[in-house]
């Protein structure tokens, strides 16, 4: 599947240029940290996924797809349903499916093990929505061919749900400055740096909401959807309570955080949080 890969390719490298340069004429905090040296370590994580990627089965989302058309596989192949429908259902169904994902990821210790590699950053911009553990994005990719078999996704879906996907958390991670209008207005549908920064805050109750990272719907209907930090976006803290020391942030660091023990407190606290993120300020 290289016309896919070089598809994805594409958007990251439109997307990684456009916010960047929107981060470098409107930042919307300053950076606690070296940039160029974080970049150095969430771009070579992000280079060594695609490797594994292509080495493994990067591809096997879209396959599974092409292989349930041919099946009849799915839910969705079970009605008729006219093309563009079937696509809108289908975009949503998957933004649904990886918003549970992630609310997964927070709450089963195995799982959190691995994306406390993607909240480790003490900073926030393009790079890091894409700043993933190997082995998260192996299980990612598992639970995501899990989840287009089951719904009987066509491939088109799939191809752009995951452009879209990879767009939109770069986005919602980017250090950029929104007017507060426009990005009220936003908020409503899709999840803006703003909102998504509140995720990345060392309170555990903050932690635990603002899942989504396309549409902002599923966390104001489910309960998660949290409105402001209670430190406020300039002044808030971010990445792991436990972890605020940038020279043990490195390359090899976040590559072997996965098998260090959790502090007891945190773990106890992600299973509990996880549980009680109810819906914080107005919506």
Known sequence: MDGEATFRLGIFLLVLLLVASLEFWQPKRQWRESRKKRWGINLGLIALNVVIQRATLGAAAVLMAVHVQAEGWGLLNLVELPWWLAFLIGLLLLDLAIYLQHVLAHALPFFWRLHQVHHADLDLDVTSG??????????????????????????????????????????????????????????????????????????????????????????????????????????????????????????????????????????????????????????
């Open 130 to 283: 894409l700043r993933f553990h190997p082995l998260e994005i192996l299980l990612s990719l598992i639970y995501k061919v899990a989840v287009v078999a089951a719904l009987g996704l066509h491939p088109l879906t799939v191809l752009v749900f995951e452009a879209l996907l990879n767009a939109a958390s770069m986005f919602s991670h980017a250090n950029i400055r929104l007017k507060p209008r426009l990005e009220r207005v936003i908020r409503w549908f899709v999840i803006t740096p703003d909102m998504h920064r509140i995720h990345h805050s060392i309170h555990p109750r903050e932690t635990n909401s603002n899942y989504g990272f396309f549409l902002s719907i599923w966390d104001r209907l489910l309960g998660t959807y949290t409105q402001d930090p209670k430190d406020g976006h300039l002044k808030m803290t971010l990445g792991l309570d436990y972890q605020q020391m940038q020279e043990k942030l490195g390359l090899k660091d976040l590559l072997l955080m996965p098998f260090k023990p959790l502090p007891k407190a945190d773990s106890e606290t992600q299973q509990s949080s996880s549980q009680g993120s109810n819906s914080q300020g107005s919506q």
